[in-house]
């Protein structure tokens, strides 16, 4: 092992994807096929293997972004490539029942560019293949029968109850106009942060390096928190063809994203008049959401989010280059960390 360099020249993430698409899937696949046939169907429908009726389909079943960052902390502490596969599998399980059920409470109509689960099969039944996705997590973990799969099974359990107190406090959020900035922060390192440093911490532990679970934990939530800054951004000025939602839908539901909550507490004249749009009982109109998105950026909540991601990439890069890694997963985890910040995407 070799401390490496704050370089992602030469590793590009689509193929590294790619690569974990092909360890994963087959695993994923085999986990949600021993659920009920009725849960399976709206699981398969959510991931894109099959269309509402259960035929066959390819569609966008999301980037993989925490299972292969499972898969390469794992191999960058030594571990086989196949090592964090469970790992990389439960991962991914949580992140989707977290995407079910965060649909519904939000009232998200679209996920991956086709109608949410729950406007198919119904908030309920959406709800309960949520429920089964949280509990075969735990169950892939447990049954691999890895010497660590007790802490792993822990671990990800803190994770989730991590992720659900962020939802809560998003959730409260939604009836407050009172917000801090700094209880903002917290709330997005819990509800995104979280599962994305689980994932790292996760792969170390199958990879045979429990030591280096705390740093890549670490890594991941710098890294997690970042992604959610830009994931906020583009829900105020992303396009739909990128996001998979339509535009200004943060602001269409008076989402309290961190640059809006920026923008609301920086004491300027266009957190004011943002306020006032904010704050309204009646749905804002098209011109007026476009005068919110104004006001967002001229408050300077674009910019803090821009910079904030910025420092916590250099804070999680910071963590790689500390940690006594294998160079050429260290490296793949670095650009890809890069690549899912990257604002043009």
Same mark, same amino acid.
């Given at each position: 092992m070799t401390t490496i360099e704050d370089t992602t020249e030469g590793h590009r993430p689509h193929e590294v994807l790619a690569r974990s698409r092909e360890l994963i899937d087959p695993a994923l696949r085999a986990a949600v096929d021993g659920l009920p046939s009725a849960i399976r169907r709206i699981v398969g429908y959510h991931f894109g293997w099959c269309d509402e009726n259960g035929v066959p389909s390819d569609d966008d079943s999301g980037k993989a972004i925490r299972p292969t960052l499972s898969l390469l902390a794992a191999e960058a502490v030594g571990g086989s490539s196949g090592s964090g596969v469970?790992?990389?599998? =439960?991962?991914?399980?949580?992140?989707?029942?977290?995407?079910?059920?965060?649909?519904?409470?939000?009232?998200?109509?679209?996920?991956?560019?086709? #109608?949410?689960?729950?406007?198919?099969?119904?908030?309920n039944p959406t709800i309960l293949a949520g429920d089964a996705l949280q509990t075969l997590a735990l169950d892939v973990l447990a049954a691999g029968g890895? #010497?660590?799969?007790?802490?792993?099974?822990?671990?990800?359990?803190?994770?989730?109850?991590?992720?659900?107190?962020?939802?809560? =406090?998003?959730?409260?959020?939604?009836? $407050?106009?009172?917000?801090?900035?700094?209880? @903002?922060?917290?709330?997005?390192?819990? &509800?995104?942060?979280?599962?994305?440093? @689980?994932? @790292?911490?996760?792969?170390?532990?199958?990879?045979?390096?429990?030591? &280096?679970?705390?740093?890549?934990?670490?890594?991941?939530?710098?890294?997690g928190t970042a992604f959610q800054h830009v994931d906020d951004l583009l829900g105020i000025w992303g396009s739909p063809e990128t996001t998979g939602k339509s535009i200004h839908s943060d602001l269409r539901s008076r &989402? &309290?994203?961190? #640059?809006?909550? +920026? +923008?609301?507490?920086?004491?300027?004249? =266009?957190? $004011?008049?943002?306020?006032?749009?904010?704050?309204?009982?009646?749905?804002?109109?098209?011109?007026?959401?476009?005068?919110?998105?104004?006001?967002?950026?001229?408050?300077?909540?674009?910019?803090?989010?821009?910079?904030?991601?910025?420092?916590?990439?250099?804070?999680?890069?910071?963590?790689?280059?500390?940690?006594?890694?294998?160079?050429?997963?260290?490296?793949?985890?670095?650009?890809?960390?890069r690549f899912a910040t990257r604002r043009d995407h």
């Open positions: 469970s790992a990389a599998v =439960a991962v991914e399980l949580v992140h989707n029942f977290s995407l079910l059920h965060d649909d519904i409470m939000d009232g998200d109509t679209t996920r991956r560019h086709r #109608p949410a689960a729950w406007t198919v099969f119904g908030a890895h #010497p660590a799969a007790q802490d792993g099974v822990r671990m990800l359990s803190a994770a989730v109850l991590d992720l659900i107190n962020g939802q809560v =406090a998003d959730l409260d959020f939604e009836t $407050r106009d009172d917000v801090g900035l700094a209880e @903002c922060v917290r709330m997005a390192e819990l &509800k995104t942060g979280a599962l994305l440093g @689980c994932a @790292c911490a996760l792969g170390a532990l199958f990879g045979g390096a429990p030591d &280096k679970a705390e740093p890549l934990r670490r890594l991941g939530l710098a890294f &989402k &309290k994203s961190l #640059p809006v909550v +920026a +923008a609301l507490t920086s004491d300027t004249s =266009a957190g $004011r008049e943002l306020a006032g749009l904010y704050f309204r009982e009646r749905e804002l109109s098209d011109v007026e959401l476009a005068r919110a998105a104004e006001l967002v950026e001229a408050a300077g909540g674009r910019e803090w989010s821009r910079r904030q991601a910025d420092d916590l990439m250099e804070r999680a890069m910071g963590e790689l280059r500390d940690a006594d890694l294998v160079r050429r997963p260290a490296e793949e985890l670095g650009a890809l960390a």
